[in-house]
């Protein structure tokens, strides 16, 4: 068991480390929802570390909303609706159809999110999205920092439909891409690569400039059927398209 613990990974802290096996018991089942978690001094024994560790990375379980403390009892295991919390593994997004289904998830919420904005930005807004689409297209285009643009253009975005949840919701999801972008850098010519994603971004201000939800809802579409496209994620046609292509 120390074997397979110290495969998950050397770098990260020890408590991550027993969090992250325990979570993916959870995630696949071994560990069934309603089941009580072992003792601390079994998980310790288990994994080969102190019980400091164990509390520690039980205490994470429960801020990601995995498990329940139950005073006097233990740490059960929580079903995933009964989780207060959204949580994706990342490590299971290196499979491909985990990353399209992030991708069908982000084109659902965005899409949307695009169309509500047009409607109800304002000015200000709009000079904070416009402030990270130059990020992106300045000198920081070729580096990290566009990165981090680019995730705050969808979360500023968000903010102007001036829905809480959605923002919560989309800024969530963000974190959870930023991967894959660092991905497509890797894979695509970083000058198309560049190009393109900032095209695409452009078109989606000037549909919320315009205030148009239809055409901001389709650049934010195209966008993100193009970004996956770009990590090799095919992503479906969506009902409306399906229904134009039938006419």
């Not at 495969?7 to 018991?25: C, D, K, M, N, W």
């Not at 985990?98 to 047009?118: H, T, V, Y």
């Not at 990165?147 to 919701?169: C, K, Q, V």
Request: proline share 3%; charged share 30%; with cysteine.
């Amino acid at each position: 068991m120390k074997q397979r613990l110290a495969a998950i990974g050397t770098v990260e802290a020890l408590p991550h480390r027993v969090a992250a096996f325990l979570s993916r018991e959870i995630e696949s089942g071994d560990l069934n929802p309603g089941s009580l978690l072992p003792t601390e001094q079994q998980l310790s024994e288990k994994f080969g570390v102190s019980r400091n560790v164990v509390r520690e990375a039980i205490a994470q379980l429960r801020a990601d909303g995995m498990v329940e403390a139950r005073q006097g009892i233990g740490s059960f295991v929580l079903a995933p609706e009964q989780r207060a919390t959204i949580r994706i593994d990342r490590e299971t997004l290196k499979e491909g159809q985990n990353m399209e289904r992030l991708f069908e998830l982000r084109c659902i919420l965005e899409a949307e999110s695009a169309a509500l904005a047009a409607e109800r930005r304002g000015q200000e807004h709009l000079d904070a999205i416009k402030a990270a689409l130059d990020r992106m297209s300045g000198e920081e285009r070729w580096e990290d920092g566009s990165i981090d643009a680019d995730l705050l253009f969808h979360r500023e975005i968000a903010r102007a439909t001036g829905n809480s949840y959605i923002h919560t919701f989309i800024s969530f999801v963000c974190e959870q891409i930023r991967r894959s972008i660092y991905y497509a850098r890797l894979t695509n010519p970083l000058h198309d690569l560049v190009e393109v994603n900032v095209g695409e971004h452009v078109r989606i201000y000037e549909a919320l400039v315009a205030g148009d939800p239809a055409a901001a809802e389709a650049a934010m579409r195209a966008h993100i059927i193009g970004a996956a496209d770009r990590v090799g994620v095919k992503l479906p046609a969506s009902r409306a398209q399906r229904a134009d292509e039938r006419k």
